[in-house]
């Protein structure tokens, strides 16, 4: 047997190149949580955490990420974060296997690249949902629109993961939802390129998660509900635009709310309404005015409905715009703190010896390079999905291109109109624009060097 030395070196570099990725990426991918000495937290980290002990249903906060939470806490959380490095490097590697650049150095170049310009790390450093909202999306593409190029256990196992991500944020179940709608009306134009196997496929794993959710909501509380606070958290944007203002004051000359002794001295932001020392408070919270502002909700779209109008547009492009990282970690997150006192008194001593704790963490300069490259590469991949439509193409790039886009628009319109524009909700999502431009710059370098090596052979 003739053994081809070159081919050998090369297999054997390919290989030790795959390790290095597997290993330096997820590495680098919790280096900021490594750097500060504990998982970074978030104001909202507390309320998933306390799930699992309170035995009851909190706005906007998921039991099934509660969960999650509570089975690392032995490790100090640091579980979680290995969890999140590894589905982050999963999810990347599949992602460029199934467009055809599956190259070792190419998995390594475009994560440290992902690394250093977006918040990609920062998100799978941290305790909260945000690094599932754009995993998933690729889940999802893969799944949907890639399905025959991998494997059944790989589609088993993004089954569940897109069902996990699903469950741990309603803004994500709402996008996901949004892009499996997009692909049915899609279906006559694209045909076999929206394979209704998929479609099936990934409309039963978003009804997997939902029922994931209801479980769990029902094993720590005993109610068969979903996690409540839609109408709260549309409320408290409704006030930032003076829209329950007015309502009340149309209003309570001849109804009674118990806003009204209040309606002049309403915040002006909705965190300081929901999360401050406000009238909130002394009206019972959610449990004594969550009626109260549903009303006011639904009624306050039927009386104006185009002061509504355009209040929701201008949340949303807000939101497109708004894509700085780190928004809620420099603050002091006494709930959060309160929590991990209260039900993981051993975390104590590590959590308040970190740097963030410290008021070390700041996010200065890594917005200098994180919002400009967030921007461009929505813009480029804007570009690259608009000349796909106008040249009529439906190949992988370009696809990966609109589910992006539209991705992007449906978490501006879901997070920017219900609950108000936050950095927080534009950078979970802006890294997968930056990699898919990174993704249409390496087939791109691809293309020329095969055209090239063309030339040359003629």
């Known amino acids: 047997m003739i053994i081809n030395t070159k081919v050998l070196r090369a297999r054997l570099a390919d290989t030790g190149a795959v390790w290095f990725a597997a290993v330096v990426i997820p590495l680098f991918l919790v280096a900021p949580a490594l ?3 504990y998982p ?3 104001f909202d980290t507390g309320g998933y955490l306390a799930r699992w002990y309170e035995g009851y249903l909190v706005p906007s906060r998921s039991t099934v990420f509660g969960v999650y939470l509570h089975f690392g806490e032995a490790s100090g959380f640091w579980l979680n974060l290995g969890i999140q490095a590894l589905a982050t ?5 599949l992602t460029l296997r199934v467009l055809g650049l599956s190259q070792p150095r190419r998995l390594l170049a475009i994560g440290l690249v992902l690394i250093v310009t977006t918040a990609l790390p920062w998100l799978a450093s941290m305790l909260l949902t945000d690094i599932f909202a754009g995993l998933s999306i690729l ?7 890639q399905g025959k190029k991998i494997s059944p256990v790989e589609k088993g196992s993004l089954f569940v993961f897109i069902a996990f991500s699903a469950a741990t944020h309603s803004a994500t179940l709402g996008v996901l939802l949004g892009l499996c709608l997009l692909g049915l009306m899609a279906k006559p134009l694209l045909r076999a390129r929206v394979p209704w196997s998929g479609l099936l496929q990934g409309t039963l794993s978003l009804a997997t998660g939902a029922m994931m959710l209801l479980s769990a909501n029902h094993a720590l509380s005993g109610q068969w509900a979903w996690t409540p606070g839609g109408y709260a958290v549309a409320f408290g944007r409704m006030l930032q635009d003076g829209i329950v203002a007015r309502f009340l004051n149309d209003h309570c000359a001849r109804q009674e709310f118990k806003l009204c002794p209040y309606r002049n001295e309403l915040p002006a932001t909705a965190d300081e309404f929901l999360w401050g020392q406000s009238m909130f408070d002394k009206l019972g919270r959610f449990k004594g ?3 109260e502002m549903g009303y006011i909700v639904v009624h306050s779209l039927a009386d104006y409905p185009a002061w509504q109008a355009e209040a929701a547009l201008k949340a949303t492009v807000e939101q497109l715009v708004e894509v700085a990282t780190g928004y809620g970690c420099t603050e002091w997150l006494g709930h959060t703190y309160g929590i991990i006192e209260r039900y993981v008194p051993a975390q104590v001593k590590a959590m308040n010896a970190a740097r963030q704790q410290r008021k070390e963490l700041s996010f200065v300069a890594v917005n200098r390079l994180h919002v400009p490259v967030a921007l461009a590469s929505m813009l480029a991949v804007l570009a690259l999905f608009g000349a796909g439509i106008w040249k009529r193409r439906s190949d992988d790039l370009t696809l990966l291109a609109g589910t992006v ?7 501006a319109m879901i997070c920017g109109i219900i609950s108000g524009p936050h950095d927080r909700y534009g950078a979970r999502l802006a890294w997968i624009a930056t990699f898919t431009a990174l993704v249409a710059a390496a087939r791109f370098f691809d293309d020329q060097r095969e055209l090239k090596l063309r030339r040359d052979a003629l």
Do not use: E, R
């Not at 490097?89 to 590697?93: T, V």
């Not at 886009?405 to 978490?411: I, M, S, T, V, Y």
């Open 89 to 93: 490097f999963w999810i990347l590697q």
């Open 139 to 145: 889940a999802l593409f893969i799944l949907v629109l």
């Open 289 to 291: 005015l969550n009626d």
């Open 35 to 37: 750097w500060n000495g």
């Open 405 to 411: 886009c539209f991705a992007l628009l449906g978490n």
């Open 40 to 42: 970074l937290l978030q």
